[in-house]
């Protein structure tokens, strides 16, 4: 899993920062999380080919969330894309196709589905699940999580002493199919080990901290969270319903999570080590996100 960071300044530009949108890379896919203006461009100097986006999940309508939208879909459209594009989003989505459909006169000639969600499972199969919960924002707004599903490890010297001969039938129990081996049947169980758990990621999306996001960010590898402001503007932060560098940390501490990037930053700082510092003074894994910064997981 790749996590690529092509926005994450708040409602203004600056000149360091673009409008908010991640870029995530596993499973064979690239799926987009919001897709603020100037994506486009920011996926060409990430060299991420935006012709490789499956899925792209909206968090909420605001237009620093939205607003590269109908330059991407374009774009895709000129350059010949022939494969379907999902794009997911809260109560509300039609409204944003609709005014799409009356912008430059688009005429997409590739399969575009779009899919209105609420709270709850979203995608679940062999290799990830993804899922949408409701937050506190000044308009509806989901968070959303990615888990990869990990297999068991292959236990190969308990197959062997079982006399499944190596080849094709290790692949077919390690992907739980039974096989016969001298007329007995061997049970993918009997050579797989313990369950193993999977990386996640969740992103917050805007919202004010809440107990809803403590629980939907429970065991996250790499929790994303908005920060907007700094403990300082604590009055500004629940002024717009957004979240401080403390909240943010709160958060990453009482779901357990492994680590905190802060994102989503206002463009009234110039300096962000004392957001970092007030942070870690809670969370210590922290750090605070730039633009076209990778992440690995």
Known sequence: MEITFLGTSS??????????????????????????????????????????????????????HILGIPGLLQSMNFRGRESKLTIYGPEGLDNLRQAISHLGFPNFDFPLEWVEID????????????????VKHNTLTLAYSVEELKKP??????AIELGVPEGPLFGKLHNGIPVEVNGEIIQPEQVLGPPRKGNKLTYSGDTVPCEEMIEFSKNSTILIHES???AEDRDKADLHAHSTSTDAANIALQSGSKELILTHISTRYTELDDMLKESKEIFEKTRIAKDLMKVEL
């Open 11 to 64: 409602a203004v530009h600056s000149y360091s920062r673009s409008h908010p949108s991640i870029a995530l890379k596993a499973f064979g896919e690239t799926i987009l999380f919001d897709c603020g203006e100037g994506t486009q461009r920011q996926l060409i100097y990430a060299k991420i080919s935006p012709m490789k986006i499956s899925k792209i999940f909206i968090t909420h309508y605001h237009g620093d």
């Open 119 to 134: 709270s709850g499972t979203i995608i679940e199969n062999e290799e990830y699940i993804i899922k949408a919960q409701r």
């Open 153 to 158: 490890r292959f236990l190969r010297e308990k």
């Open 228 to 230: 907007t402001y700094k």
